[in-house]
């Protein structure tokens, strides 16, 4: 049974750029979220795709965007990158829109942005 | 003010001791209620969900008292392989999920 997935493990990326993370869910679960996670901080949520669309939206500018695709894997973009987006993404995957199920995060993409 | 307030840490303690960790939340309407441990460099995992009834999971328990707004975990004869970060965490209906910043545990020989 394979877990949450993500891709790349590791991203060095400068000022202004853009990029994309990949994630995919646990197998069954429909629901995917994204949390950004800074040095000695917690996850912080960013969004959350259900029925390839986003239900929910944390503090995060437009720069932030993502998609789920119909078997349910997502991605997380990011353009015009600045150094404070240097963090710890992390996806977590859910079944049915994630209403009271537990979450199972990936072991994330860290990316650095210099 | 964070809408999950942990005591950073880190707690240093030796083998076998029994530690306990605490967590605030602010907003009354959260429903669902976790501790998560993150190892260094590693992903959240679910350590334990958490009811107003309280729970135990071996030497793991933890406690809710929704009218103070307040969770804890207690761990009982601490191993060194305890040593985590342990994170709180709230939800609302299940949505997305809140954490707070996390406490430090090191367990030493």
């Known amino acids: 049974d394979a877990g949450v997935t993500q891709s790349p493990t590791h991203l060095i990326k400068t000022r202004g750029q853009q990029v994309t993370l990949r994630c995919s869910p646990k197998?069954?679960?429909?629901?995917v979220s994204w949390y950004q996670q800074a040095l000695g901080q917690g996850p912080q949520f960013i969004f959350q795709y259900y029925e390839e669309e986003e239900r929910q939206r944390g503090n995060f500018p437009d720069r932030f965007s993502g998609h789920q695709f119909p078997n349910y894997s997502s991605e997380l973009n990011v353009n015009a990158l600045l150094l404070g987006d240097s963090a710890l993404y992390l996806c977590a995957s859910s079944l049915g829109g994630g209403a009271g199920e537990t979450q199972y995060f990936g072991p994330g993409t860290r990316l650095l942005v210099l | 003010r964070k809408e999950v307030e942990q005591d950073p840490g880190p707690f240093n303690v030796p083998e076998g001791a029994t530690v306990a960790f605490n967590c605030t939340y602010s907003?009354?309407?959260?429903?669902?209620f976790f501790w998560y441990r993150q190892d260094c460099r590693k992903e959240p995992k679910l350590l334990m969900s958490?009811?107003?009834s309280g729970n135990e999971d071996g030497r793991f328990t933890a406690q809710l008292n929704r009218a103070s707004q307040y969770i804890s975990l207690l761990i009982r004869d601490s191993k060194l392989s305890d040593s985590a970060t342990y994170l709180c965490v709230v939800s609302r209906r299940g949505d997305k999920l809140i954490f707070g910043t996390g406490t430090r545990l090191q367990v030493f020989p």
């Open positions: 907003n009354s309407a959260s429903q669902s």
């Open positions: 958490v009811y107003s």
């Open positions: 197998s069954g679960h429909d629901t």
